[in-house]
C-alpha cells in the first residue's frame, strides 16, 4: 500500500554533511507523522528525529543542533540534513511514516535503509 524509498546515505568524512530523502507513494488518505530511526552494529534501533503533519519537529539529544528534519508534504518526501556529523552517528537510517489509509486506520510503514559511514 505503501512504498518508502531513502536515498543519500554514504561515506563521509568526520565534520561533514549528508542529506537523506526519504520518498514516499502509494493509495492512502494521509500521511501524520514521519520520522528517521537509525540502527549501528550492535545496538538497538533508535529514533532519531520526527516531524507532524503540523510540522511539529522533535529531536534525540545527540542531534539536536546538528541534524534538520522537514517534510514537503505535495512531494510526499521527507529529508534529514545532517551537519557536523560524527563517527558516532555511522548506522543505518531507517525512515517511516505512520500513513492514515482509505479506509481511515492507521499504520506504520518502514523504508528499507540507507547505510551512512562516518570515517576518516
Known amino acids: 500500500q505503501v512504498q518508502l524509498v531513502e536515498s543519500g546515505g554514504g561515506l563521509v568524512q568526520p565534520g561533514g554533511s549528508l542529506r537523506l530523502s526519504c520518498a514516499a507513494s502509494?493509495?492512502?488518505?494521509?500521511?501524520?507523522?514521519m520520522g528517521w530511526y537509525r540502527q549501528a552494529p550492535g545496538k538497538e534501533r533508535e529514533l532519531v528525529a520526527s516531524?507532524?503533519?503540523?510540522?511539529?519537529?522533535n529531536y534525540a539529544d545527540s542531534v539536536k543542533d546538528r541534524f534538520t528534519i522537514s517534510r514537503d508534504n505535495a512531494k510526499k518526501t521527507m529529508y534529514l540534513q545532517m551537519n557536523s556529523l560524527k563517527p558516532e552517528d555511522t548506522a543505518v537510517y531507517y525512515c517511516?511514516?505512520?500513513?492514515?489509509?482509505?479506509?481511515?486506520?492507521?499504520?506504520?510503514?518502514w523504508g528499507q535503509g540507507t547505510q551512512v559511514t562516518v570515517s576518516s
Open positions: 517511516y511514516t505512520n500513513a492514515v489509509l482509505l479506509d481511515r486506520s492507521v499504520r506504520r510503514f
Open positions: 502509494g493509495s492512502i488518505f494521509s500521511f501524520n507523522t
Open positions: 516531524v507532524t503533519s503540523g510540522d511539529r519537529t
